[in-house]
């Protein structure tokens, strides 16, 4: 792949990041070609050790990066960082507050030395009486009422993906390319903030309006009072789970028409969406009667002809072999510290001829340590007593990730 042809291209990243809000956000500009240059410690970033619910945080969202394993509290690895910093365009961080500072790394002080930088701090709370609270994705979504709008009345349930994280992370791209921009009218960088809790109540930004429209709290979402006549799952013959969508009176005709029923469409308490709405109690076991009597491939068939809004109740292991994620090359083979691979989406764009794919697979402990060290001009003998001395780490080989 030639990387001059990415968007980013010639732009260099520091990433001082883990979990996910800080990589998701190294991602998006390293597919987009920016080089970005994880900085890990010596051992490894604890990510790369993270069980369960969270075995998959570190190949998911450090591809397309370069890995640099330094001790950042030891004079010499700070003064490779500062090597580093006079050629690079964005600084990622997204450490406890203050801990940045401590390293030597915090904005005012680097601002002030490379007034070019474009300073990204991705946190748990933008400034404000909460900003020095420890956050979590979860811990957000109880705090912005998306864990009470997602799970039933009484019992408040996370959301199934790291939503505040990755959107987080993504917003904290937006700053960054805002921030360039600016950049190039002004000479000058800024510091770019995006935290957990802002992003969490961004999302809930409808409810918060729909409360200060109708005056009446919103219930959590599996007991709304839906705006559509029809906005459900149903069983099919199989055993399925199957949504279906009837959000407009185009929708409803078709559904009329595909399973036959000209008396459904010839009701006129029928025949408007509110009046479905209104309609509910008597018009959802119609339609679940309609539905049970095929099988989910069935119904799928006949609601993509038919032009109505459906979808299958899919899981995690499904999506690898969906047609419209292989559509275009868009999988990509991630490999995996176990050794084997795991087929994940690309970059969710289309953005003219580039390609946005893989070019270097989650890297190593410390993969390119001493080929950045060597671009920086340090001596090899210099290298490998900084590798010695325990101030710099990873393995001693050329590296071997590039994607042919």
């Known amino acids: 792949?030639?990387?001059?042809?990415?968007?980013?291209?010639?732009?260099?990243?520091?990433?001082?990041c883990h979990v996910i809000m800080g990589p998701s956000c190294g991602l998006v500009l390293a597919d987009l070609g920016a080089e970005v240059i994880?900085?890990?410690?010596?051992?490894?970033?604890?990510?790369?050790?993270?069980?369960?619910?969270?075995?998959?945080?570190?190949?998911?969202?450090?591809?397309?990066?370069r890995c640099l394993a330094i001790d950042l509290k030891a004079p010499e690895g700070r003064a490779v960082i500062e090597r580093l910093l006079a050629d690079t365009d964005v600084v990622i961080e997204n450490f406890a507050p203050g801990t940045m500072d401590r390293l030597g790394f915090g904005y005012e002080e680097l601002s002030a030395k490379f007034p070019r930088l474009v300073y990204c701090a991705l946190k748990g709370f933008l400034s404000g009486p909460y900003e020095n609270r420890p956050a979590l994705d979860e811990v957000v979504q109880y705090m912005s009422g998306l864990a009470?709008?997602?799970?039933?009345?009484?019992?408040?349930?996370?959301?199934?993906?790291?939503?505040?994280?990755?959107?987080?992370?993504?917003?904290?791209?937006?700053?960054?390319?805002?921030?360039?921009?600016?950049r190039g009218r002004t000479g000058r960088g800024q510091l770019v903030k995006s935290a957990l809790f802002?992003?969490?109540?961004?999302?809930?930004?409808s409810h918060m309006t729909g409360e200060a429209i109708t005056g009446r709290a919103m219930p959590p979402m599996p007991e709304r009072h839906g705006a559509w006549g029809i906005y459900d799952t149903f069983p099919t013959a199989d055993g399925q789970l199957f949504f279906l969508g009837i959000t407009s009176d185009q929708h409803w005709r078709r559904f009329c028409a595909l399973f036959?029923?000209?008396?459904?469409?010839?009701?006129?308490?029928?025949?408007?969406?509110?009046?479905?709405?209104?309609?509910?109690?008597?018009?959802?076991?119609?339609?679940?009667?309609?539905?049970?009597?095929?099988?989910?491939?069935?119904?799928?068939e006949m609601c993509e002809r038919a032009g109505l809004p459906f979808a299958p109740t899919a899981k995690p292991g499904d999506l690898p072999a969906d047609?419209?994620?292989?559509?275009?090359?868009?999988?990509?083979e991630i490999a995996l510290p176990n050794g084997g691979y795991a087929r994940l989406p690309r970059?969710?764009?289309?953005?003219?001829?580039?390609?946005?794919?893989?070019?270097?697979?989650?890297?190593?402990?410390?993969?390119?340590?001493?080929?950045?060290?060597?671009?920086?001009?340090?001596?090899?003998?210099?290298s490998a007593g900084l590798v010695e001395?325990?101030?710099?780490?990873?393995p001693v080989t050329e590296k071997n990730n590039a994607v042919a």
């Not at 890990?40 to 990510?47: A, H, I, K, M, Y």
């Not at 199934?160 to 360039?180: E, H, K, N, T």
């Not at 047609?323 to 990509?332: F, I, S, V």
């Not at 001395?389 to 990873?394: A, D, E, H, L």
């Open 1 to 16: 792949m030639d990387e001059q042809k990415l968007p980013l291209a010639g732009i260099r990243v520091l990433e001082f």
């Open 38 to 65: 994880k900085i890990e410690p010596v051992e490894g970033d604890r990510t790369r050790r993270l069980a369960g619910f969270a075995s998959g945080f570190f190949a998911t969202f450090n591809r397309n990066k």
């Open 148 to 182: 009470y709008m997602t799970g039933p009345k009484g019992r408040p349930l996370r959301a199934g993906a790291s939503v505040c994280d990755i959107l987080g992370g993504v917003l904290g791209v937006v700053g960054i390319l805002a921030a360039l921009q600016e």
């Open 198 to 205: 802002e992003a969490a109540c961004f999302l809930m930004t």
């Open 260 to 300: 036959e029923r000209p008396d459904l469409l010839a009701d006129e308490e029928l025949n408007t969406n509110e009046k479905r709405v209104a309609a509910r109690p008597r018009l959802l076991p119609i339609v679940a009667d309609a539905v049970a009597r095929h099988s989910e491939a069935e119904m799928i």
């Open 323 to 332: 047609p419209q994620l292989n559509a275009h090359d868009r999988m990509l």
């Open 347 to 382: 970059l969710p764009l289309e953005m003219g001829n580039h390609d946005t794919g893989l070019r270097l697979q989650p890297g190593r402990i410390g993969e390119d340590t001493l080929a950045i060290l060597a671009e920086l001009g340090i001596p090899e003998e210099e």
């Open 389 to 394: 001395r325990g101030i710099v780490g990873g």
